[in-house]
């Protein structure tokens, strides 16, 4: 059989960019943010080289945590309380093989003594997966917050929209697994857009992550310890009205080995309703997108109409294009 549209294996049409030590008003920061935000407005994604995941952190978290997390009962994960996106995700017909956990977020305190508790009530709680989980997230906080101001500030969003855009944000941690399919099918997980604003993706040992590149070929992104991809969701085009496209990826695995992967993502607090920044609309930039309800928007595209959708955001709050 032939491979299904290889991706090249090359970075080309991602920027990658060194944001190691940079601090915000230098010339180093002004550099680095030209190549963040051409990246960005492009393909909705970039590659960061950082120092925010020590070794001894990656061991942490995929040499122990996230195996021991995974090798759990099947019913015991089933018990972590679950909606449309939190708690626990396992396999779906769009990605038969993966399993998914949402283990921290900064609107519960940032507490993953709740996931401990229910996952290893007779154990301790497994302090040591508490632990490192709340120090990943930390540390990617961090970097996810200097991505998203680079983009709006070279908008030339202000810095009290840019201050209240990152306020109204819930950071989360979602650890997955992907299985060896048993349909022996390469495709993990299918092409699709985030339902977020950042999401921050931390490839373990074995490839798989794709983005879609203008021209709809596939890029595959190499998993590298010092580097993560940063990837736009449809709720970044929705707050840049539609500067920011929602990156199109993908999940494949053409060496068919078992893999894991960390996120730390972006989504609006709950009950927040999103829009385009003020800055971002005027004569020249006519509104892209009505305001959005971010809850009615995960219910739509979940559990109503635009789960048959390829592109419910747009369904859901664009603007309509004149004939
Ligand atoms: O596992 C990955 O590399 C990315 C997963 C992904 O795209 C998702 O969970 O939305
Ligand atoms: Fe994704």
């Not at 779906?92 to 996952?119: I, K």
């Not at 080995?257 to 385009?276: H, I, M, Y």
């Not at 009505?290 to 739509?300: K, R, T």
Request: some cysteine; hydrophobic content about 40%.
């Amino acid at each position: 059989m032939a491979p299904i549209d290889d991706a090249k294996q090359c970075l080309s049409g991602i920027s990658r960019v060194d944001l190691r030590g940079i601090e915000p008003s230098s010339k180093e920061w002004e550099e680095a943010r030209a190549v963040v935000a051409a990246s960005m407005e492009a393909l909705g994604a970039v590659l960061v080289v950082q120092d925010a995941l020590s070794p001894d952190l990656r061991q942490a978290l995929f040499g122990h945590a996230m195996p021991e997390l995974f090798a759990l009962p099947l019913n015991v994960k089933q018990s972590l309380v679950s909606g449309h996106i939190n708690g626990y995700v396992g396999p779906r017909p769009s990605a038969p093989s993966y399993e998914s956990v949402r283990a921290w977020e900064t609107t519960n305190g940032g507490a993953v003594r709740n996931v401990g508790d229910v996952l290893w009530p007779h154990d301790g709680n497994n302090p040591a997966f508490c632990d490192t989980v709340s120090a990943f997230a930390t540390n990617m906080l961090g970097l996810q917050r200097k991505v998203g101001t680079m983009v709006l500030e070279s908008l030339g969003v202000g810095q009290g929209s840019l201050g209240s855009h990152l306020d109204s944000l819930n950071y989360s941690v979602r650890l997955s697994h992907y299985g060896v399919s048993e349909a022996g099918d390469a495709m993990l997980m299918k092409s699709h857009r985030d339902p977020t604003v950042l999401s921050v993706v931390v490839q373990h040992d074995v490839e798989g992550l794709e983005v879609q590149a203008q021209d709809g070929s596939w890029l595959a992104v190499a998993p590298q310890p010092d580097t993560v991809a940063v990837i736009a969701g449809e709720l970044l085009a929705v707050v840049t009205n539609g500067r920011v496209p929602a990156c199109v990826h993908r999940v494949r695995a053409p060496s068919r080995r078992e893999r894991l992967s960390a996120q730390f993502v972006s989504v609006p607090k709950d009950g927040f309703t999103v829009q385009p920044l003020d800055e971002l609309v005027d004569a020249d930039h006519p509104p892209r997108y009505n305001p959005c309800d971010f809850d009615g928007y995960v219910q739509f595209r979940y559990a109503g109409e635009g789960r048959k959708l390829s592109d419910p955001l747009e369904a859901f709050c664009g603007v309509a294009k004149g004939p």
